[in-house]
């Protein structure tokens, strides 16, 4: 015998996903300037220079901090609505 399958009981998400996908300015300037540091980095432990070590953990910190102000400029992720209410994608 068949069973009758039960009917979904699932609501939408009260707002639609970023279509960026994460893909900002602000993330490039991290992912890109992370990535410059940690190279620098790894060369001085390869050549055993302190100078070019603390210099590409200066880098990674800059874009840090870069990266951190361009999203307070608006550059990044949106994390909050327009009407100043956090996003809930999956609550009641």
């Known amino acids: ?6 009917p979904q009981t699932y609501t939408l998400p009260p707002a639609a996903p970023n279509h960026n996908h994460g893909r900002t300015k602000a993330a490039w300037v991290l ?3 992370a990535s410059i540091g940690v190279l620098v980095v790894g060369l001085g432990l390869i050549f055993s220079s302190m100078p070019v070590t ?3 953990v200066v ?3 800059v874009a840090l901090v870069v990266s951190a102000v361009m999203r307070g400029m608006g550059l990044g992720q949106p994390d909050s609505r327009e009407d100043g209410e956090p996003r809930d994608w999956y609550g009641s």
């Open 59 to 61: 880098v990674t910190v």
């Open 54 to 56: 603390v210099a590409g």
């Open 1 to 6: 015998m068949a069973q009758i399958p039960q």
């Open 31 to 33: 992912a890109i300037g």
